[in-house]
């Protein structure tokens, strides 16, 4: 299979970087278009992969990741339709990019996955939702979530909650982060280097999710977990309570949403 991807951005450097080091696609049969030629280069040194200015010239592969803003996906097809085949599989990541959008701006039915992946992927630990339309056999549905492995998980969903995935991890990796940062910060404040903080902040944070997905409890008794009785964590809960931190998340992942 040859794949090829339209923009050559963050995500789709974290896509391949993932399918070439687990073996699933040679970089000799992956082609990245895209208009900004030193990043193009860059990608080319990094991956060994084929690059090219020329749109056209990635559509013509099996698999076609498109990896461009959503604003440019209409004008992007139109250059690149007559070279997208009825078997190709057209993968997208865009928010709001429908698969009646897709149908829309190619004027036929084809092969489309939505996917909303995060950024994670970039050390092989994203996780990206998914799904196909009508036209995607179960076999090529399959090979995708396959590809998908090679950077991350991926979760089938339909295809009417693949915006309202985006909050929840496409852009929620900035939202764990910026929580990162501000224990981090916290732990500076008592008189930590930057770097031991974030070594704290951060693993502490990997270990808590490896709790919630391993242990298989509820995240409220995990947290119960840790507060003792009478103890100084509650008063932590109570604190963060007061200053409306559930709402502040919920709030921000409403707007997210809304934004599309
Ligand atoms: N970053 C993230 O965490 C996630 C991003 N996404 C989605 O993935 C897509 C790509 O995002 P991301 O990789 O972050 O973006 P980037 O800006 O890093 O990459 C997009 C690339 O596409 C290039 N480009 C723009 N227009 C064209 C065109 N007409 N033909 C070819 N290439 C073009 C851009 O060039 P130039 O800079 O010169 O415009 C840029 O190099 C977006 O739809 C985004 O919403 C989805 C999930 C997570
Ligand atoms: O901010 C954005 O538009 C993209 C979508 C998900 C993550 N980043």
Same mark, same amino acid.
């Given at each position: ?22 073996? &699933?696609?040679?970089? @000799? ?6 208009? /900004?030629?030193?990043?193009? @280069?860059?990608?080319?040194?990094? &991956? ?23 604003? /440019? /996906?209409?004008?992007?097809?139109? @250059? ?42 970039? +050390? ?11 036209? +995607? ?5 399959? /090979?995708?979530?396959? &590809? ?57 944070? &990997? ?29 932590? +809960? ?15 992942? @409403? ?6």
């Amino acid at each position: 299979m040859k794949l090829g991807t339209i923009g050559c951005g963050n995500m789709a450097k974290a896509i391949l970087g993932g399918i070439i080091g687990k073996g &699933l696609i040679c970089p @000799e049969d992956i082609i990245a278009a895209d208009l /900004y030629v030193p990043g193009l @280069e860059a990608a080319r040194k990094s &991956l060994g992969i084929n690059v090219t200015t020329d749109n056209k010239e990635a559509a013509k592969a099996d698999v076609v990741v498109i990896a461009i803003k959503s604003e /440019y /996906y209409k004008s992007v097809i139109e @250059e690149i339709k007559d070279v997208v085949s009825e078997d190709t599989i057209f993968w997208t990541m865009a928010p709001g990019i429908t698969f009646a959008d897709i149908e829309n701006f190619f004027g036929r039915k084809i092969k489309a996955v939505r996917t909303m992946p995060n950024t994670p992927a970039m +050390v092989g630990a994203g996780v990206t939702a998914v799904t196909p339309n009508e036209q +995607v056999t179960e076999e090529e549905a399959k /090979y995708i979530c396959e &590809l998908i492995g090679g950077f991350g998980t991926a979760e089938k969903i339909p295809e009417c909650l693949m915006d309202a995935t985006i909050p929840v991890s496409g852009s929620s990796p900035a939202m764990a982060f910026m929580f990162i940062e501000a224990m981090a910060d916290g732990a500076v404040r008592e008189g930590f280097s930057r770097e031991q903080a974030y070594r704290l902040c951060a693993q502490t944070v &990997l270990g808590s999710a490896r709790m919630v997905l391993e242990t298989g409890k509820h995240p409220g008794e995990l947290k119960d977990m840790v507060c003792t009785p009478g103890g100084i964590t509650i008063e932590l +809960v109570k604190k963060l309570e007061q200053f409306g931190f559930r709402n502040a998340v919920m709030e921000g992942m @409403e707007v997210c949403t809304k934004c599309i």
